[in-house]
C-alpha cells in the first residue's frame, strides 16, 4: 500500500515524479557532464575565449537527433547492439562492440584519475592520487551494487544540481561582454591544431554515444512506450549539459589566463569571488562529477557487452553489474599505469579522453543509430536527410581533427 506521504502528493512524491519523468534525461546530463567536460570547457574557454561557442548548439542539434533516433529504438525494443551485432558477419560485431565498450572505460579512466587528484587535494593527509584513484573506484562499484535505478536515478540528481549551483556562483557579478558571446556563436574553422582538437573534445564530451546505447535498451526499464516522452526527458537533459557547459565556458573565458589547465584552475575564479575555501566547493563538485559520469557512462557497456552475446540484459541485472563493475577496475588499474608511466596528468586524461571518443566510437554510433532507426522504424526522407547530414558532420570533424588529435596525444606522452 502506498504511504500517506505518496498518498497526499508531499514532498517525496513530487520528486519521485519529477525523477521519473526527468531522471533518464538527468542521467544523460550527469554521464556527460562529469569531471572530464569541466576541464575541456574551461580549457577551451581559457585559451580561445569564446571562439568555441558555437560548437555547443551545434552539439544540442546533433545530440537531439541521435537521442531522436535512441528513443525511436527503445520504443521499438530494438537495442542498437542487436542491429551493429546482426549487421556485421560472423563474430566482428560483437568485436566492435566489445572495442567500444572498452572505448567507453577511457571517460572512466579519466574520471577516476581526477577524482582521484581530487581526493589527494581535499583530505589532510592523504596526498596520494593513486589512494584516492582506489577509493573513488570504490564508491563507483557501491553506487552500481545500489541495483535500484531510481536509487542510481537520485544520486546523479543531486550531483547534477551541486555542479549546476558551483557554476552558478561563479556567474555572479562578473562583466559578461555580450558581443563577444554573441560573435563567438558564429561558426569558424582555423588550421591551428590546438583549435581543432579542442572542437573534437568538445563533440566528444557533449555528443556522449555510450548515452544512445543506455537509452535504446532502457525500454524494458522505463516501460515508455511513446517516443514523445523520450524527447521531452532529452531535451530537459541536454538542455541542462549544455546550458551548465556555456556557463563554464563563458566564466573561464572571462577569468582564466591562457596555457595549460591545471586541477584547480577551473576552480579559481570561484575563489576569487567567494575566498579561498571556495576552491574546496568545486573540488567537491567535480569529485561528484566523476562518480556519476565515471559509473553513468558505464550503464552503456553493461547493456552492450550481454547484448552482444545473446543476453537481453537489464538495467542493474547481474551481467549488466559485472560488465560494469569489471570495467571500473580496468579503468581504475589503467589510470594507475598511464600516470606512472606516460606524461599524461588526470587533467590531460580528461581532455584527450572525449577526444579519442568523438573521433572514432561517436561517427560508428551515427552510422549504426541510421541503419538500425530505418530497419525497425519508418523514416521519412525529410528525416533521412537531417540525420545523414549529423552523420557527415561528425565524419568531415573526425577527418579534419585526427591529425591535430595524434599531434597532440604525442606531445603529451
Known amino acids: 500500500m502506498a504511504s500517506k506521504t505518496y498518498e497526499i502528493g508531499g514532498v517525496q512524491a513530487r520528486i519521485a515524479n519529477l525523477l521519473e519523468s526527468y531522471g533518464l534525461g538527468v542521467l544523460f546530463a550527469a554521464n556527460v557532464f562529469g569531471a572530464g567536460s569541466v576541464y575541456i570547457l574551461a580549457d577551451t574557454g581559457a585559451n580561445f575565449a569564446f571562439a568555441l561557442l558555437w560548437v555547443l548548439p551545434l552539439a544540442f542539434l546533433i545530440d537531439i537527433a541521435l537521442h531522436d533516433m535512441s528513443a525511436r529504438l527503445a520504443v521499438s525494443r530494438e537495442p542498437l547492439t542487436d542491429y551493429i551485432v546482426d549487421r556485421l558477419p560472423g563474430p566482428s560485431g560483437q568485436l566492435v562492440i566489445i572495442s567500444m565498450a572498452v572505448m567507453s572505460a577511457f571517460w572512466s579512466i579519466a574520471n577516476y584519475?581526477?577524482?582521484?587528484?581530487?581526493?589527494?587535494?581535499?583530505?589532510?593527509?592523504?596526498?596520494?592520487?593513486?589512494?584516492?584513484?582506489?577509493?573513488?573506484?570504490?564508491?563507483?562499484?557501491?553506487?552500481?551494487?545500489?541495483?535500484?535505478?531510481?536509487?542510481?536515478?537520485?544520486?546523479?540528481?543531486?550531483?547534477?544540481?551541486?555542479?549546476?549551483?558551483?557554476?552558478?556562483?561563479?556567474?555572479?557579478?562578473?562583466?559578461?561582454?555580450?558581443?563577444?558571446?554573441?560573435?563567438?556563436?558564429?561558426?569558424?574553422?582555423?588550421?591551428?591544431?590546438?583549435?581543432?582538437?579542442?572542437?573534437?573534445?568538445?563533440?566528444?564530451?557533449?555528443?556522449?554515444?555510450?548515452?544512445?546505447?543506455?537509452?535504446?535498451?532502457?525500454?524494458?526499464?522505463?516501460?515508455?512506450?511513446?517516443?514523445?516522452?523520450?524527447?521531452?526527458?532529452?531535451?530537459?537533459?541536454?538542455?541542462?549539459?549544455?546550458?551548465?557547459?556555456?556557463?563554464?565556458?563563458?566564466?573561464?573565458?572571462?577569468?582564466?589566463?591562457e596555457g595549460p589547465t591545471t586541477l584547480t584552475g577551473p576552480g579559481e575564479p570561484l575563489a576569487a569571488l567567494l575566498g579561498s575555501g571556495a576552491l574546496y566547493i568545486f573540488l567537491f563538485a567535480a569529485l561528484l562529477a566523476s562518480f556519476s559520469s565515471a559509473t553513468g557512462t558505464l550503464f552503456g557497456a553493461g547493456y552492450m557487452v550481454p547484448q552482444a552475446f545473446g543476453h537481453h540484459t537489464r538495467f542493474g541485472d547481474t551481467k549488466f553489474r559485472a560488465t560494469v563493475v569489471a570495467l571500473i577496475i580496468f579503468s581504475a588499474v589503467a589510470a594507475f599505469w598511464l600516470l606512472a608511466n606516460t606524461g599524461l596528468t588526470p587533467v590531460r586524461m580528461a581532455i584527450i579522453m572525449p577526444a579519442i571518443?568523438?573521433?572514432?566510437?561517436?561517427?560508428?554510433?551515427?552510422?549504426?543509430?541510421?541503419?538500425?532507426?530505418?530497419?525497425?522504424?519508418?523514416?521519412?526522407?525529410?528525416?533521412?536527410?537531417?540525420?545523414?547530414?549529423?552523420?557527415?558532420?561528425?565524419?568531415?570533424?573526425?577527418?579534419?581533427?585526427?591529425?591535430?588529435?595524434?599531434?597532440?596525444?604525442?606531445?603529451?606522452?
Open 357 to 413: 571518443n568523438g573521433l572514432i566510437a561517436l561517427p560508428i554510433t551515427v552510422l549504426a543509430l541510421i541503419g538500425a532507426v530505418n530497419r525497425y522504424r519508418d523514416v521519412s526522407r525529410a528525416e533521412n536527410i537531417a540525420f545523414g547530414l549529423v552523420a557527415l558532420v561528425l565524419l568531415l570533424g573526425s577527418i579534419t581533427t585526427a591529425d591535430s588529435l595524434a599531434t597532440t596525444i604525442s606531445g603529451w606522452l
Open 113 to 257: 584519475a581526477i577524482a582521484g587528484a581530487a581526493l589527494a587535494w581535499l583530505v589532510p593527509g592523504l596526498d596520494n592520487v593513486i589512494i584516492g584513484i582506489l577509493l573513488a573506484s570504490g564508491v563507483g562499484i557501491a553506487l552500481v551494487e545500489l541495483r535500484v535505478y531510481e536509487r542510481i536515478e537520485g544520486a546523479i540528481a543531486a550531483m547534477v544540481i551541486t555542479v549546476f549551483a558551483s557554476y552558478g556562483l561563479l556567474l555572479i557579478g562578473l562583466d559578461i561582454p555580450v558581443g563577444d558571446v554573441v560573435a563567438g556563436l558564429v561558426p569558424a574553422l582555423e588550421s591551428d591544431v590546438g583549435y581543432l582538437t579542442a572542437i573534437i573534445a568538445l563533440l566528444g564530451t557533449t555528443v556522449y554515444w555510450p548515452n544512445f546505447f543506455i537509452q535504446s535498451s532502457i525500454g524494458p526499464t522505463k516501460e515508455w512506450s511513446d517516443v514523445n516522452t523520450y524527447r521531452r526527458d532529452n531535451a530537459a537533459g541536454i538542455i541542462t549539459t549544455l546550458t551548465i557547459g556555456a556557463f563554464v565556458m563563458i566564466v573561464s573565458a572571462i577569468t582564466l589566463t
